[in-house]
């Protein structure tokens, strides 16, 4: 059974950083492109960025205008979301979700696994 656990989330000022992990299980990590996603509430799931199987190539979501990095540790079965300079309208739950097949992408619906999701708080 595959498992996605995230870490990391918190309360920040508004300029902060902050490092969320995930780690997953149960699986065979190393070949799933993955991603990260949020979601403010009563609204859709947001793509935030994607992550080849290797590690070699990132997309993102135009709103991260090289605020945010993504990386991988496929060693450790993790993918990182670096968020540097966060606005308060960054504040949502950051979610991450794994593809069984195919390669990065910016939509929800190609992903067939998700983490629970963990609370980003940016105080003004």
């Known amino acids: 059974q595959v498992r996605l656990v995230e870490s990391g989330g918190g309360l920040v000022q508004t300029g902060g950083s902050l490092r969320l992990s995930c780690v997953a299980s149960g699986g065979t990590f190393s070949s799933w492109p993955m991603g990260w996603f949020r979601q403010f509430p009563g609204k859709e799931r947001e793509f935030v960025a994607s992550?080849?199987?290797?590690?070699?190539?990132?997309y993102y979501a135009a709103f991260v205008r090289g605020r945010f990095k993504i990386s991988r540790d496929n060693a450790e079965n993790t993918v990182y979301l670096q968020m540097n300079r966060l606005q308060p309208e960054d504040t949502a739950v950051y979610s991450c979700a794994a593809r069984k097949g195919g390669t990065y992408s910016g939509r929800a619906s190609d992903f067939d696994y998700w983490g629970q999701g963990t609370q980003i708080t940016v105080s003004s």
């Open positions: 992550i080849t199987s290797s590690g070699a190539n990132q």
